[in-house]
């Protein structure tokens, strides 16, 4: 077998990559140490030596048939990489969720490592698997982990046991969990309210985004997965954007389009169509929908991010942000 495809997550101090079969060393001398292997469910101790070979091949069959991902967490110390520890979503059986595990080095620790490569692999599974929700537990005796769960915004989820090889036997652990407004945040950060002092004190700040349904020869609709790094990354979305200052939302879809698909429409092809008023955490989103069937160009996912010409009548099994439900069902009535 060979390391699965799978290009490596980086973030400012660490890569996330596919384990390779020479880690298989450096992984046993880092987990066979009681420390870290008395807080792993699915590790004996002492580990075997072997069972690091069939462990790092196990996670290559699990990547490549989509199931999980399991990565090495490697640093560099003196210009050399070093294999620190490993970080590793789960799917579910129905698929809509992921269960988060992760073990560092006691060398590396205290240095914030596991939240960093945790929440890097949370962001990333969100923004390209289907799933709604990150699960993960802690040993209720290990107050570090249930801190590093809570540092990348998974909430407390109750209680409940589970078996531990390394502890022979079941161990209370605390339960945790979040979703995309957990982890990659409310869709926007709440820009400062114009007028403050004459709002009150709870007033959410009211965005304007404007949106399309840009409708092909065929009545499909054009939806666009919000990419990573964006909150709310994973969900499908009508085309559009912000309305900047001193900009029409006619104007400012316009310009949107342009950036986003590389096509030009003129105001007098955008139809007002609808609009949804939804409040988000922190904002109340405002967005008018508009109607487009006439553009120039063809539509190219300009920042890389995934397009979906979907039917009406499908539009339901698309993700979408909690703000876009009423739309759809109009939509579908109105196509
Ligand atoms: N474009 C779009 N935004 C939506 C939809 N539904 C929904 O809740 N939103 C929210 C998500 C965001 O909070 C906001 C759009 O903001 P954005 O951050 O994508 O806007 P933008 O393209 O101007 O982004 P940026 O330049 O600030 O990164 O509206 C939708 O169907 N389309």
Same mark, same amino acid.
């Given at each position: 077998?060979?390391?699965?495809?799978?290009?490596?997550?980086?973030?400012?101090?660490?890569?996330?990559?596919?384990?390779?079969?020479?880690?298989?060393?450096?992984?046993?001398?880092?987990?066979?140490?009681?420390?870290?292997?008395?807080?792993?469910?699915?590790?004996?101790?002492?580990?075997?030596?072997?069972?690091?070979?069939?462990?790092?091949?196990?996670?290559?069959?699990?990547?490549?048939?989509?199931?999980?991902?399991?990565?090495?967490?490697?640093?560099?110390?003196?210009?050399?990489?070093?294999?620190?520890?490993?970080?590793?979503?789960?799917?579910?059986?129905?698929?809509?969720?992921?269960?988060?595990?992760?073990?560092?080095?006691?060398?590396?620790? #205290?240095?914030?490592?596991?939240?960093?490569?945790?929440?890097?692999?949370?962001?990333?599974?969100?923004?390209?698997?289907?799933?709604?929700?990150?699960?993960?537990?802690?040993?209720?005796?290990?107050?570090?982990?249930?801190?590093?769960?809570?540092?990348?915004?998974?909430?407390?989820?109750?209680?409940?046991?589970?078996?531990?090889?390394?502890?022979?036997?079941?161990?209370?652990?605390?339960?945790?969990?979040? #979703?995309?407004?957990?982890?990659?945040?409310?869709?926007?950060?709440?820009?400062?309210?114009?007028?403050?002092?004459?709002?009150?004190?709870?007033?959410?700040?009211?965005?304007?985004?404007?949106?399309?349904?840009?409708?092909?020869?065929?009545?499909?609709?054009?939806?666009?997965?919000?990419?990573?790094?964006?909150?709310?990354?994973?969900?499908?979305?009508?085309?559009?954007?912000?309305?900047?200052?001193?900009?029409?939302?006619?104007?400012?879809?316009?310009?949107?389009?342009?950036?986003?698909?590389?096509?030009?429409?003129?105001?007098?092809?955008?139809?007002?169509?609808?609009?949804?008023?939804? #409040?988000?955490?922190?904002?109340?989103?405002?967005?008018?929908?508009?109607?487009?069937?006439?553009?120039?160009?063809?539509?190219?996912?300009?920042?890389?991010?995934?397009?979906?010409?979907?039917?009406?009548?499908?539009? #339901?099994?698309?993700?979408?942000?909690?703000?876009?439900?009423?739309?759809?069902?109009?939509?579908?009535?109105?196509?």
């Amino acid at each position: 077998m060979t390391p699965p495809d799978f290009a490596p997550l980086r973030t400012e101090r660490l890569v996330l990559r596919p384990l390779r079969a020479e880690d298989a060393a450096a992984l046993h001398r880092l987990v066979n140490d009681w420390e870290v292997a008395k807080t792993l469910a699915r590790v004996p101790f002492p580990y075997p030596r072997d069972l690091a070979d069939t462990w790092i091949a196990s996670t290559w069959a699990q990547i490549a048939a989509g199931e999980a991902w399991h990565l090495a967490i490697v640093g560099e110390e003196n210009g050399e990489e070093v294999l620190v520890g490993c970080v590793g979503l789960t799917l579910s059986r129905d698929r809509s969720a992921a269960e988060l595990g992760y073990w560092v080095g006691r060398r590396f620790w #205290g240095h914030g490592v596991a939240p960093e490569a945790a929440a890097r692999l949370c962001r990333w599974a969100l923004a390209h698997l289907d799933i709604a929700t990150i699960r993960a537990s802690a040993l209720k005796d290990n107050p570090r982990s249930q801190a590093v769960l809570r540092r990348i915004g998974l909430r407390p989820a109750g209680e409940g046991r589970r078996t531990f090889l390394s502890r022979g036997g079941p161990m209370p652990v605390l339960l945790f969990e979040g #979703g995309r407004e957990a982890i990659t945040g409310d869709p926007v950060p709440a820009p400062p309210p114009a007028e403050t002092a004459a709002a009150p004190a709870d007033a959410k700040p009211v965005l304007l985004v404007a949106a399309v349904a840009l409708v092909d020869a065929d009545g499909r609709v054009l939806l666009a997965r919000r990419p990573e790094g964006k909150p709310l990354a994973g969900l499908w979305e009508f085309p559009g954007g912000k309305v900047q200052p001193g900009e029409t939302p006619e104007a400012a879809l316009i310009r949107e389009l342009k950036e986003e698909l590389d096509i030009d429409v003129s105001a007098a092809c955008l139809a007002p169509f609808t609009f949804a008023s939804h #409040g988000y955490e922190r904002f109340h989103l405002l967005m008018p929908l508009y109607l487009c069937r006439r553009w120039n160009g063809a539509v190219r996912a300009v920042e890389g991010q995934a397009l979906a010409w979907v039917r009406p009548q499908k539009l #339901g099994a698309y993700a979408m942000p909690p703000a876009d439900k009423p739309l759809v069902a109009m939509l579908r009535d109105f196509l």
